[in-house]
């Protein structure tokens, strides 16, 4: 069975870098049925998608982030990263790394790591 | 890329059914049979509920069920038990390779 986990610093300084891994386990990343993403969860607030990855290293991004996030892939460490530029207090969230189907099944997440709190301070 | 809409909150006794809906736009539930729901407890992963409108994956309970009409689609659970309790997410596809969720509903089983 999959398993995702992330990894990171859990406190991040406003302006600077937040950067993240997802290690998985249990499975392929570089199966062709699958793309891996990052969502997130402010405090109080839904969930919101981040992007997504292909084993290939095609990445897709939320248009309202596109401009700050880069999402890499490693599949010989079966990690994917995720790195947030500039943030602000704005990006204090649970990270959540995923695994999303491919083609009609890219709504499918069907696979959650278990979330990383990242505040971001002043 | 707006959130869909959700209402905040929802309660039921145990035994009843509710109804929770989604509403986007033309350019996401609207124009793809391609939404999703989460249940999420807080402090937990989310777990995947339904997918494509209506399907559900091996292992969910058959109490749940989703619809689509419009720019609308709707989660209901029939039979509330008191697990049902927590927090749920639409998600639609929006195009280009990008998702959109929604506020998320609390979900109260009284």
């Known amino acids: 069975q999959v398993q995702l986990q992330e990894s990171g610093p859990g406190l991040v300084k406003s302006s600077e870098t937040l950067s993240l891994t997802c290690t998985v386990s249990g499975g392929s990343i570089s ?4 793309h891996w993403g990052w969502i997130r969860q402010p405090p109080g607030k839904g969930l919101e998608w981040i992007g997504s990855i292909y084993y290939s290293g095609t990445a897709f991004y939320n248009m309202s982030l596109k401009s700050r996030v880069t999402i890499s892939v490693d599949t010989s460490k079966t990690q994917f990263s995720l790195k947030l530029i500039s943030v602000t207090a704005a990006d204090t969230a649970v990270y959540f790394c995923a695994r999303q189907g491919w083609g009609d099944a890219y709504s499918v997440i069907d696979c959650w790591g278990q979330g990383t709190l990242v505040t971001v301070s002043s | 890329q ?17 109804t929770i809906s989604c509403t986007g736009t033309s350019s996401d539930v609207g124009n793809y049979n391609l939404v999703s729901w989460y249940q999420h407890h807080p402090g937990k992963a989310p777990k995947f509920m339904i997918y494509e409108v209506s ?54 089983v009284l």
Do not use: W
């Open chain 2, 55 to 108: 399907k559900r994956p091996s292992g969910v309970s058959n109490r749940f069920s989703g619809s689509k009409s419009g720019h609308t689609a709707s989660l209901t659970i029939s039979g509330l038990q008191a697990e049902d309790e927590a927090d749920y997410y639409c998600c639609s596809y929006a195009g280009s390779s990008t998702l959109v969720f929604g506020g998320g509903t609390r979900l109260t």
């Open chain 1, 31 to 34: 199966s062709s049925s699958y």
């Open chain 2, 2 to 18: 707006s959130a869909l809409t959700q209402p905040a909150s929802v309660s039921g006794s145990p035994g009843q059914s509710i």
